[in-house]
């Protein structure tokens, strides 16, 4: 299995066939499409919407605007990257969702656009994390949310619920 570092190219970036290999996700559920720095205790990433997406399609008909549930799930995937990028064997874990608190929408993002999650790591213990997130489209800030994750043995969570 792959360290996070590794997959870092020379400008410290870390593309989307890189992402997938440290994130459980993959098209179309996949809403980082880059990494433009990964710190201990901060990442910065993008994804670039085209307006193509399916979401649009339905999502305020003719007036496509980008769901405030997949902006927080941008967030949220940027900072379980943060959030395994200090577990040493992350890929035996699952880390999930587990509380948000304080999300805010200061303005919608319509398409195209690239919105910019900043994702700040407050705290993190073996068992989670708590992380403040923002969204920006250019430099405006278009979302905020405080983020709690919970770090499980991807082995026990998944035996446990699997069907």
Known sequence: MH??????NSKGEIDSEGIKKIIPYQEPFLFIDKVISLSSNRIVAIKDLKGSEDFFKGHFVEFPIMPGALT???MGQAATLLARSSIPNHYEKDVLAHKLKEVKFMAPIIPPAQVRFEIEL????????????????????????????????????RAKYAR
């Open 3 to 8: 360290q996070i570092n590794e997959l870092k």
């Open 72 to 74: 927080v799930e941008g």
């Open 122 to 157: 407050i705290a993190q213990d073996e068992k989670g994390a708590i992380l403040k997130g923002k969204s920006f489209v250019k430099e405006e800030l278009v979302a905020e949310a405080l983020l709690m994750l919970t770090i499980v043995s991807k082995a026990e969570f």
